[in-house]
């Protein structure tokens, strides 16, 4: 029965979507079904609460289900790690032997599977339609399709056959997949801020700090750094002119004021004697320096 609700379905071959499930016969939930597909994938959780499961390692090295009327469901461990049970093997009586003999499982169809059902010619054709499918722009299959049956490419030697072949035998094209998902919106980023420990703001609460002009990829930015605190900044410079630097600064200040601190010196090079005044007026001393010397203590 078709479904309102849709599955994904990844493969080894390709991805396609599932809107249809049936009945499995002892198996009170709902199934995915796929016509192509050639197996139903059960979830241990959902089998114990319908029967009791048990598992021996040293033995067999099966999960057997005991069902109701007294016959056992084993499922066997394949090459390659997976457990599997085969419909085609009546259910076992509880007292008979365990297999000697494992099958190897496949869940999944693969391409050397789907092969076995074309010629080879077909097989070429298959991968001809693939190879063009890929060539005009991973088309999805009904607009692929669509430009065959209107034969809107001149000289194709692809038909409509061609194309549902190689959708059958290599799956959906995992390019045309990609970059089509829908988007979801994402979660709001709150910003909490956490509160300073007592003992930083009453012992470094006046705050110094060194300041140059920094050049990066031909970018100006006015860089900061506090004594004690070691906190830094980067301000976008569009030049150097007085009027820009001021603001720049004022900037810095209103982060530092945001947290309670002030900034009553500023260590700088003498490029920086321009905005000496306007700084005063901020209420922040400007020390002037041939040499930068700026100790930071870094806790561990």
């Given amino acids: ?3 309102k609700e849709t599955m994904e379905v990844h493969t080894t071959t390709g991805s396609t979507t599932a809107n249809m499930q049936g009945e499995l016969p002892g198996y009170s939930r709902p199934v995915w079904y796929l016509p192509t597909g050639i197996a139903n ?3 241990l959780k959902n089998v114990r609460e319908l029967y009791h499961v048990t598992y021996d390692s ?13 016959t056992v469901r084993e499922f066997h461990m394949s090459d ?3 457990f599997y049970s085969d419909v085609k093997v009546r259910p076992r009586a509880m007292m008979s032997p365990p297999p000697i003999k494992r099958h190897r499982a496949v ?4 391409v050397a599977k ?10 070429k054709k298959a991968e001809d339609a693939r190879n063009l499918q890929q060539a005009i722009g991973r088309l999805s299959l009904n607009d692929f399709l669509r430009i065959i049956d209107n034969k809107m490419i001149h000289n194709c030697t692809v038909k409509r056959d061609d194309v549902i072949a190689a959708e059958h035998i290599f799956g959906h094209d995992v390019g045309t997949l990609q970059g089509k998902t829908t988007h979801h919106r994402a979660l709001v980023v709150e910003a909490n801020m956490s509160p300073l420990p007592p003992g930083i703001l009453e012992r470094y609460r006046l705050v110094v700090i060194a300041i140059d002009v920094m050049q990066v990829n031909k970018h100006l930015f006015l860089v900061t750094i506090s004594e004690h605190i070691n906190f830094g900044t980067a301000e976008y410079l569009k030049d150097q002119s007085e009027a820009t630097l001021v603001t720049a600064l004022k900037r810095v200040f209103a982060v530092y004021t945001a947290r309670v601190f002030l900034v009553i010196t500023i260590k700088a090079y003498g490029q920086f004697a321009p905005i000496r005044a306007a700084m005063n007026n901020e209420g922040a001393t400007m020390n002037l320096l041939k040499i930068m010397l700026l100790v930071m203590s870094y806790s561990t």
């Fill in 80 to 82: 390659s790690g997976l």
């Fill in 58 to 70: 040293k033995g067999n090295n099966a999960f057997r289900v005991h069902k109701g009327d007294g």
């Fill in 1 to 3: 029965r078709v479904t």
């Fill in 114 to 123: 789907n092969k076995l059902l074309y010629s080879n010619r077909d097989i």
């Fill in 107 to 110: 869940f999944v169809q693969t």
């Fill in 41 to 43: 994938v059960l979830l």
